[in-house]
Structure formats: C-alpha cells, structure tokens
C-alpha cells in the first residue's frame, strides 16, 4: 500500500524513527541539513525526543503528529527534528537537563524548541491534542511559540542564552573541594550510606520509595554487600524483600521471563510494559549476588528465565542483544501480555483453577478489567493453605505457564526494537559473566565469550580508533559515548575473571586509556559524556548521577580503581580516589542517586582481595572460588605466573592449584581451597 506521506526519516534505521517516517510532518533526523535549513529560514527548531518502546510517544504520535493540520502547523513555522533518545542520548541528557529547568519535571515525548543555533528556549514533555491534564494543547503550544519568536525574539534569545549557561553551571551540581581522604573513607561511612538508603526503603513491598517504583538495583548491591561485611540482617532483609516482592510482582514476567522497566504502583503488580535490555541485565547482575549470598533456588531460577527470555526474544542470530520490546501491541499497553479468566479456563482445563488462585485471576480482572498474573502468596504458605503437594502444585504451575507461553506466542507481538546499542549489550556481557560466576552454567560463559566477540568485531570503527554507539543490518553509526566505553571495559574485566585469558584486561586497559586521552575534563578528574571534536552539541555535559543504569563516570571510577590493581597503574587509582572524593557529600547524602559510587566508596573503605590462582588443573578451583560471594575483589587465574601483571609475577607453577590472597598491601600464605580462601577474606575484612 502507497503511504500518503513521506518524509526525511525514510532513510534511518532507527525503528523509532522509522515510526514516524510517514507523518505528514516533514520530520528531518538530526544533522546539518536540518540545522543549516533552521539558520538559512531563520526557524525555530522544534527538537522531538523518544524512543521505539514509549508508550505515551505512540499516543502523542496518533493525536498531533498523524494529524493533517497539526502538520501544517508545525511544517510551516519549524524546522522539525526526530531523534531516538537510544541513539543519541548525548542530545537528551542536553535538552532533558533543559526542560526540567524549566518546567521542573522529565520524560518522554520530550518536546524541546531551540534557536535556529540550537540553543533551548522552551519545551515540555507530553501535549494533548485539547486542553487538559492542567497541559495547554500542542497546537496551542506551537501557535504561542511561534508567535513568540517572530514578536519577542530577543527575550527568546535572551531565555536560551540563560538556560545555555544554567545547562553549563549544573554540570559541576554534586562536586566540591575534596574532603580530607582519612574522613570520608573511614568506617562508619559505610553505615551512614546504608542508614539514608533506609530512609525511603518500602518495609513493606520492598524497593525504596512510592510509585512509580523501578528496581533500583545499585541500592540492593549496596545493601547486599554492607550485610556481608557488617552482618546486619536489617540491610540483607531489604534487599531480598525487594528482590522477592519484584519476582512475585506483575513487574516480573511470569510466563515468559524478563522484567519490565518499573511498576506504577507501590506493590509492583501493575509495570509499564516495555522491556529494556539495560533493566534485565541489571537485574540478572544482582540476582547472581543475591543467589551468591543467599543460595535462594528461587534466584537462581529467575537468573534462568531471564536470560532465557533474553536469548528468545532479544538476541541477534550473532550473538548481538536488541535494545528493547514495545509496551504496546495492536496499540494498547500491555495487551501482549494480560489475560481474562476465560482464555485461561479453555488453556488449561481443570488445572485452571487452582493456576488462577494462584496467580491472582479472577472474572473481573486485577488491572483494568484484565489480569496481570502475580503471587500473592509464597508458594510453600499457598500449598500449605490448600494441602497440595509442594511438587504437585510446581508441576500445576510449570505446565501452565509453559501453555499460557506457547498461546501468547499466537498474538500481536509488542514491536522489537531492533538496534543494537554498544553499552546495554556491554552490560548484559557483565550480567552473563556474573550468572556464570554464581551458578556455574556453562552457557553463561559462552554466551558472554560470543556477545564480546560480536561487540569487538562489528562495533569498532573500522578507520579511526574507538567504537561506535549502535549497528544495525551490518552498519555501525554515530560515534560511542563514555557509558559505552565504560561499561565495555567493566563487561571485559568481568570477562577476564570468568575465562582467565589475559587478552581482556590488555583490551580494557587500551580503551581505558583512550577514554583518558578523548573524554577527560582536565579541570577535574571527570570525564565528559561525549568525545573530543564532536562539533553537533551546544555544550559538553558531564554525567555523574546514577539512574536507570549507572553513571559512565562512576563506572569508570570503578575501572580506573581495579586496572590500578591489575596493572600497577598507581595514577590510575588516584584519580578514582580523586573522584569519590570529589563527590564524597553528594554519594554519602543521596545514596539513592549515587548508587554505583557508594558500592565503590564501600569497597575503598572495606579493601579489596586481589586474588591470583596458578597451577594445573584449574578448572574446579576456580569454578568454585567464582561461587563464593567475593563482592569487593580482583581475580586472575593462569596455569603458570606472568611477570606482566603484578598478581601473577613470581607465582610459580605447580601440579595442585594454589590460592595467593593481598590485602591492604600485605600478601598472605598461600591456600589451596576456596573455604580457606574464604576464611583468609572473613579475618582481614574491615567492618
């Protein structure tokens, strides 16, 4: 079928912009012919940010930008800019920082106006086609803007001059002069991190805060790791209560495995229904802590369904993971995935009953007259209560789910956005390499080995050193940012620990050292989020809070602080110092925030076991010793020692493998099991 419309979006990759190829809106993507037809019409330019799973991107999409008039509306007074948020999340952070200035609040669709030389100088998020939700309507919206620019265009100017200034300013928000290292690296810092993180801890439900509530994973690390070192049941607690609550929630799938982005409620029944990969790695990542530490079989079970729904639906048939799955299908929110009592009766047959008991079904729904499937009840309290054989009602359970999957698989499917982004995929790298560390599957393993072999071959550039951010189809586009950069250099030490090849950390230290020489701010010891030279953007920000994945910087304190360890790069450990130190206030007060630089502030203040292996035969050893929970650590394994890295030099071999463990400066007699590996670290950690 003929399209009505065509527009500048024909030619992109970007299935969200793809979406909007056909608008009657001449959207252009971002680039200099747009940017030089703004200044050459003397335009505003009307910046539109999403991306492919956003659900209230499609509804502003079939109210204004499908509409005829609007169009014209738009098209005669803007110059009109698509961009995938994924893509280019350099542009967002900008133009987000800039709308929150403004209207005090975030998100997407974000709508951003700018000077024809790109400056912001108004903007907000979604606009109804009418006036409502105390929002003017987006055709309001334009008409006012447009009107403004071509009567007030020096108090325009003037706005966008501000704002430009204000964006520059907050880049330094959260740093200060260092405080004295002995102050804020010392002990009870780590209990006064745990206190503020308990202080919007949901005792309840788990998870921190009210709804809408995301998973939060840096704070349950946080709280993993301090009850490993402190023993305080009050944080081991909160963490499992929020890892439980999570995994029986609606937030969780319980059918086909995954998790969604966040909940809209406090009980996590109800999520909003995209799914990203960045979410589900970080998720798989803590969950392998929490089995570590807890042996909860329940944990290691999602860590299976997870990864198993990732390999189903998000993996590229060269080992590449997509970015993420809609939340809508046939233009509803979560369709996809809801049930009626009924659909699931004719499923199941006489095991319906007790599946829907179970799972919270009922003929009027739990959620907009339709069932999200959760667990109200633990499983062990439900088979009790109905005098059911624990494994009769798994068997129940198991066959119903496994029915209910198969028929899902017969709907509309929520559309897959099918790019490939350099540093989810990194992340998920990391996930699958502490899957395999915490359960010692072997496809684990593999699957990490053939993700970075599919990173390294298809996402460097080819001409120039460095990465590029996303591929697609066989193309790699727009040059990699630091979270990029940072999270593959984290996936590849990672790998290193699981594999013992040495090849990874040799590639982590030359990344990490181009990083050093394009991303650096030489007035502090932070790195900015794009490289040097890149002429497209009005400033260069640099990003230091945690949110839905961490921050690239802090990520990269994280490094910078562990290949000083591995390759006896004392300057390296210094500027990770440097930048704990430079936030020291902001991470100890609002941990919440600072998530990832606490768990790293945690390990400074606790010490790290930098832990060497050498001899033959080490495979069950070193299977082993992955197991254990060993949060703050740095682990090589080899055959024989190697002078080229400081823990293996002088390590001699031998026919039974042996155990060489450093703390705090001092090298230890060397053991030759993982339980007197593990009774060294006990003894010499600090509390």
Known sequence: ???????????????????????????????????????????????????????????????????????????????????????????????????????????????????????????????????????????????????????????????????????????????????????????DKSKEVFQNIMKSADRQWGGFGKAPKFPQTFSIQYLLRYSHLSKNEDALSQALLSLDKMIEGGIYDQVGGGFARYSTDTEWLAPHFEKMLYDNALLVSVLSEAYQLSRKDEYKVVIEETIGFLKRELLHQSAGFYAALDADSEGVEGKFYVWNLIEIQEILGHDAMIFCEFYDVTSTGNWEHTNILWVRKPLEKFAAEKNIELATLKAI?????????????????????????????????????????????????????????????????????????????????????????????????????????????????????????????????????????????????????????????????????????????????????DMILSLNTAIIRYPTSFGNWACLLQEIIAGTSEIAVVGKNLYNLHTEILQQYIPHRVLMTAEKGDNSFPLLAGKMTADKPTIYLCRSYTCLNPVFSAKELISLIDKGQKQ
């Open 1 to 187: 079928m003929t399209k009505q419309h065509t527009n500048q979006l024909v030619n992109e990759t970007s299935p969200y912009l793809l979406q909007h190829a056909h608008n009657p809106v001449n959207w252009f993507p971002w680039g200099n012919e747009a940017l030089e037809k703004a200044k050459e019409e003397n335009k505003p330019i009307l910046v539109s940010i999403g991306y492919a799973a956003c659900h209230w991107c499609h509804v502003m999409e079939r109210e204004s930008f499908e509409d005829e008039t609007t169009a014209k509306l738009m098209n005669e007074n803007f110059i009109n800019i698509k961009i995938d948020r994924e893509e280019r999340p350099d542009l967002d952070h900008i133009y987000m920082d800039a709308v929150q200035a403004m209207t005090g609040s975030g998100g997407w669709p974000l709508n951003v106006f700018l000077t024809p030389e790109g400056k912001p100088f108004y903007g907000g998020t979604y606009f109804p086609p009418q006036k409502a939700y105390n929002r003017p309507s987006w055709q309001e919206t334009l008409y006012g803007v447009a009107q403004a620019f071509r009567e007030r265009r020096h108090e325009i100017n003037a706005q966008a001059e501000n704002l430009t200034e204000h964006l520059l300013k907050s880049n330094t928000f959260g740093q200060q002069q260092p405080s004295g290292v002995d102050e804020i690296f010392a002990a």
């Open 397 to 577: 359970l198991e066959n119903g789910r496994a029915k209910l999957l198969e028929a899902r698989g017969k709907r509309v499917r929520p559309l897959l956005d099918d790019k490939i982004i350099l540093g989810w995929n990194a992340l998920m790298n990391t996930a699958c390499s502490k899957a395999f560390g915490a359960t010692g599957n072997e496809i684990y393993r593999q699957l990490a080995s053939d993700n970075m072999q599919f990173i390294l071959s298809n996402f460097a550039d080819k001409i120039s050193p460095g990465f590029h951010h996303t591929w697609k189809n066989g193309i790699a586009k727009f040059p990699a940012f630091l979270d990029d950069y940072a999270f593959l250099i984290q996936a590849l030490l990672h790998l290193q620990e699981i594999t013992g090849e040495t090849k990874w950390i040799i590639i982590a230290k030359e990344i990490t050292e181009f990083v050093i020489e394009n991303f650096s701010d030489e007035e502090t010891p932070f790195f900015f989020y794009t490289p040097a030279g890149q002429q497209d953007v009005i400033i260069r920000k640099k990003e230091v809070y945690d949110g839905a994945v961490p921050s690239g910087n802090s990520v990269m304190a994280y490094n910078l602080y562990h290949l000083s360890i591995l390759c006896d790069k004392r300057e390296w450990g210094k500027r990770s110092l």
